[in-house]
């Protein structure tokens, strides 16, 4: 069965030090998407990304994150800067027109 | 703005039980409905999805009902086992085409053997 795969599964980053979440969508899938689940709270929308633009944005989604496809498969967000409350679980979720979103297994990012 | 409500935070059953998860949503303009399960320190995986125009899905135990008119979905969880033990998590559709989700807090569920 197809999936939405995530590298790395966990990183642990210096606060300050930049980061790139990476995300291998499903062949067929058209919109892309970042959520982040911090430890104990509700998986929150980031971003949509839909015909290489970005499609939405939430408030959480500053200046300090950016997203692309650099190579027309890879799906990645960069986070600049991390801060201490980046520290989070960050699933990447894809789906085609009419289907349901799959998500990934996530990667857990820890700032120190 | 759409928020989405799950009821209960927690539910511990018995083995065989018949069960429901309730969600509620303020916005009924919403597109679909997607159910996830959720394994500690996990991923989400999708179980239904229910499409604006439809009232209910099933999969296998499953079975997910949609009203939109009241702001509300179910999940029922039919003979329940261990192995259902997990927290569940809602998911309304914006109804704008980017389709992003607006997610309830979750239910966890336990279901002692």
């Known amino acids: 069965e197809p999936e939405v795969t995530q590298t790395p599964s966990h990183q642990v980053t210096q606060m300050g030090q930049e980061v790139i979440l990476r995300c291998v969508p499903i062949?067929?899938?058209?919109?892309f998407y970042w959520y982040r689940q911090i430890l104990g709270q509700k998986v929150e929308f980031l971003v949509s990304f839909y015909n290489n633009e970005i499609s939405e944005k939430s408030e959480i989604f500053d200046d300090q994150f950016s997203v692309e496809r650099p190579d027309g498969s890879n799906f990645t967000l960069k986070i600049r800067s991390t801060k201490l409350e980046d520290s989070a679980m960050y699933f990447c979720?894809?789906?085609?027109?009419?289907?349901?979103?799959?998500f990934g297994q996530g990667t857990r990012l820890t700032v120190v | 703005k759409q928020e989405v409500t799950q009821i209960p935070a927690a539910l511990s059953v018995p083995e065989g039980e018949n069960l429901v998860l309730n969600c509620s949503f303020t916005d009924s303009a919403i597109y679909n409905l997607q159910w996830f399960r959720q394994d500690p320190g996990k991923g989400l995986t999708s179980l239904l999805l229910?499409?604006?125009?439809?009232r209910e899905q099933t999969s296998g135990r499953l079975n997910a009902s949609l009203d939109k008119s009241s702001g509300r979905s179910t999940l029922y969880i039919a003979a329940s086992q261990p192995g259902d033990s997990a927290t569940y998590l809602c998911?309304?559709?914006?109804?704008?085409?980017?389709?992003?989700?607006?997610f309830g807090q979750g239910t966890t569920l336990q279901v002692k053997p």
């Open positions: 979720a894809t789906r085609s027109l009419h289907t349901e979103a799959f």
């Open positions: 998911a309304a559709w914006g109804s704008s085409n980017t389709g992003k989700l607006i």
């Open positions: 062949s067929n899938h058209l919109y």
């Open positions: 229910i499409q604006s125009s439809q």
